[in-house]
């Protein structure tokens, strides 16, 4: 037995391979929420989480996008505002989420951040993403790059969403899509379907052992009490 003097032998626990792997699974088709990042009227950005919607239903999902156009800058307005509230109301609805953002000066754009910012980190401790799947893609205008989704990664580890390895990036946006706005036959079409793929594989993989995953030594040591207290605290 290794020496753990240090471990409170009341909350520690052995891995439990039975709850990981449930034999009784969900039967609902998953439950995947897409964010885009941009509201121009021919906006990349929307058009891939389009095509991305649109290959995650043929997998058997359902969908749903989320339209940032009036959402108002973190702070400006109280959470019960409408498109706030609607947004919070889709992350708790989903399983798994989808974000597309064009890069814009070397990052993310400041609709995409919004709409993340938006996104409380805990509700009366309760953490509304923790544990759910996500997938990251980007657009740009000009040569390939990866800013946008790297930082989308590190924004998806904070909130403790389940960032899967795969990625989409699609350099010169503007020619991997038709006049009618369908993304046209590419290596970079292919990419979004494969990264659609494993998002639905993972989501199907965790959503089953979602509580189990999320079940810790350090917060089974603490109080209800003390738990809500910390992960409630004032915002800085």
């Not at 409380?120 to 509304?128: T, W």
Request: charged letters at 25%; hydrophobic letters at 35%.
């Amino acid at each position: 037995m290794p020496d753990t003097p240090n471990l409170d032998e009341s909350h520690f626990a052995p891995i439990d391979a039975k709850r990981l792997l449930p034999t009784e699974r969900a039967t609902h088709a998953p439950r995947i929420l897409l964010l885009y990042g941009s509201l121009r009227e021919r906006s990349f950005s929307r058009l891939m989480t389009e095509e991305a919607a649109r290959i995650l239903r043929r997998f058997g999902a359902e969908t749903r996008t989320y339209r940032p156009s009036g959402l108002p800058l973190p702070d400006d307005a109280d959470a019960d505002h409408p498109k706030v509230q609607e947004l919070r109301d889709l992350v708790a609805w989903c399983e798994g989420m989808v974000w597309c953002s064009p890069e814009r000066h070397g990052a993310m754009t400041g609709i995409m951040k919004t709409q993340i910012d938006w996104i409380p980190l805990s509700l009366g401790g309760v953490r509304p993403t923790q544990g759910k799947t996500l997938a990251v893609m980007q657009v740009s205008g000009g040569s390939q790059s990866f800013n946008a989704v790297n930082q989308l990664r590190i924004l998806g580890r904070w909130m403790r969403l389940l960032t899967i390895p795969n990625q989409s990036s699609t350099p010169k946006a503007f020619q991997e899509f038709d006049d009618a706005g369908r993304m046209k036959p590419s290596p970079f079409y292919d990419r979004m379907v494969d990264v659609m793929e494993e998002l639905m594989k993972f989501t199907l993989l965790t959503r089953d052992g979602k509580t189990y995953l999320l079940d810790r030594y350090s917060e089974r040591k603490e109080s209800a009490a003390d738990l809500s207290k910390r992960v409630n605290q004032k915002a800085i």
